[in-house]
């Protein structure tokens, strides 16, 4: 018996951002696309609390819930919360209706952050009382950038995801691969000025690197993912690695499009999409592969067997 992924919810609340949007900054509908593989994206309101949206992910997994109170443990996984005391994983668990027995705590590991935020989960899970754990992806990274920077401005964007880990007799044991290297701090982080400072080049390097490196690693040990999802953060960067484990024959989800760069909530939000559109069955095994500022990357396998994902 081990722990995977149960179910899966998803919110994408706010406005529709097109790229006609960045023409009063210079910026085409072509050259973004080409550029990154994006066409929309979806921004929040500004005002809108995250905790809030947390909560409209959670809610449906917890409905479906034969017993809320047994969840265990709640997981908030974001990088772009501003509120630092008192965290809003606290809130997220009163919102969702959750037991006030839970253990919930927020975690940041920027566009790492949900790969570090299951591999805790699932260790969570696997412990000793083994209960249910709920892991919720939400970002609102457009309140990071600066919308007048042509490097940033059109890449980022807001949305939330939620999984639930539970122990099934079904299920093999995950398997992860994680690391950080601290001084690439500088290739990505938020400047004082306000806004994302990106070195484009040595990023797309890093991610390409690091995110083939941690799928390799995952068909290398354990059982083989069925579908690796990485994290979503331009189009050319997962060509490239769709390029480079493309000898690993699995399907390599790309759902960057109509998303953006979600950040931490990329690849939770990437697999419910695959998974409402049909594209792959409702049970399997999970590759999820993310590299992020800090610099911080990581992989997880992990078996997954979901109900219906029901679209926001």
Same mark, same amino acid.
């Given at each position: 018996?081990?722990?995977?992924?149960?179910?899966?919810?998803?919110?994408?609340?706010? +406005?529709?951002?097109?790229?006609?949007? @960045?023409?009063?900054?210079?910026?085409?509908?072509?050259?973004?696309? %080409?550029?990154?593989?994006?066409?929309?994206?979806?921004?929040?309101?500004?005002?809108?609390?995250?905790?809030?949206?947390?909560?409209? =992910?959670? =809610? #449906?997994?917890?409905?479906?819930?034969?017993? #809320?109170?047994?969840? $265990?443990?709640?997981?908030?996984?974001?990088?772009?919360?501003?509120?630092?005391?008192?965290?809003?994983?606290?809130?997220?668990?009163?919102?969702?209706?959750?037991?006030? /027995?839970?253990?919930? @705590?927020?975690?940041?590991?920027?566009?790492? $952050?949900?790969?570090?935020?299951?591999?805790?989960?699932?260790?969570?899970?696997?412990?000793?009382?083994?209960?249910?754990?709920?892991?919720?992806?939400?970002?609102?990274?457009?309140?990071?950038?600066?919308?007048?920077?042509?490097?940033?401005?059109?890449? @980022?964007?807001?949305?939330?995801?939620?999984?639930?880990?539970?122990? +099934?007799?079904? @299920?093999?044991?995950?398997?992860?691969? =994680?690391?950080?290297?601290?001084?690439?701090?500088?290739?990505?982080?938020?400047?004082?000025?306000?806004?994302?400072?990106?070195?484009?080049?040595?990023?797309?390097?890093?991610?390409?690197?690091?995110? /083939?490196?941690?799928?390799?690693?995952?068909?290398?040990?354990?059982?083989?993912?069925?579908?690796?999802?990485?994290?979503?953060?331009?189009?050319?960067?997962?060509?490239?690695?769709?390029? /480079?484990?493309?000898? &690993?024959?699995?399907?390599?989800?790309? %759902?960057?499009?109509?998303?953006?760069?979600? /950040?931490?909530?990329?690849?939770?939000?990437?697999?419910?999409?695959? &998974?409402?559109? $049909?594209?792959?069955?409702?049970?399997?095994?999970?590759?999820?592969?993310?590299?992020?500022?800090?610099?911080?990357?990581?992989?997880?396998?992990?078996?997954? %067997?979901?109900? =219906?994902?029901?679209?926001?």
């Amino acid at each position: 018996m081990s722990a995977g992924i149960v179910d899966i919810a998803t919110a994408k609340p706010g +406005r529709t951002i097109d790229n006609d949007h @960045f023409t009063s900054i210079g910026l085409t509908d072509e050259w973004i696309r %080409r550029r990154s593989g994006i066409a929309a994206r979806s921004w929040l309101p500004d005002r809108t609390p995250l905790a809030d949206v947390a909560a409209e =992910a959670c =809610a #449906p997994i917890v409905t479906r819930m034969d017993d #809320p109170a047994s969840i $265990g443990a709640l997981i908030v996984v974001s990088t772009s919360v501003r509120q630092r005391a008192p965290g809003i994983a606290q809130k997220v668990a009163q919102l969702a209706g959750l037991g006030p /027995s839970v253990l919930a @705590f927020d975690m940041n590991a920027a566009c790492c $952050g949900f790969v570090y935020g299951l591999i805790a989960g699932l260790s969570l899970c696997d412990a000793e009382q083994g209960k249910p754990v709920l892991v919720c992806s939400v970002e609102a990274m457009s309140r990071l950038v600066d919308r007048t920077d042509r490097q940033t401005a059109y890449l @980022f964007a807001d949305g939330c995801a939620a999984v639930l880990l539970e122990n +099934r007799a079904e @299920f093999e044991g995950f398997r992860h691969v =994680a690391g950080c290297d601290g001084s690439h701090e500088a290739l990505m982080q938020e400047t004082e000025a306000g806004g994302i400072r990106l070195e484009g080049m040595q990023v797309y390097y890093h991610a390409v690197r690091r995110m /083939s490196e941690s799928a390799q690693y995952l068909f290398d040990h354990g059982r083989a993912p069925t579908v690796l999802v990485g994290h979503q953060a331009n189009g050319r960067i997962l060509e490239q690695v769709r390029g /480079s484990t493309s000898h &690993l024959g699995v399907p390599f989800v790309n %759902r960057i499009e109509n998303s953006g760069n979600t /950040s931490s909530a990329s690849i939770p939000l990437a697999f419910a999409e695959e &998974l409402d559109a $049909g594209s792959l069955p409702p049970a399997g095994r999970l590759g999820a592969v993310a590299y992020g500022a800090g610099s911080a990357w990581g992989g997880v396998s992990v078996d997954y %067997r979901v109900p =219906a994902v029901t679209a926001p």
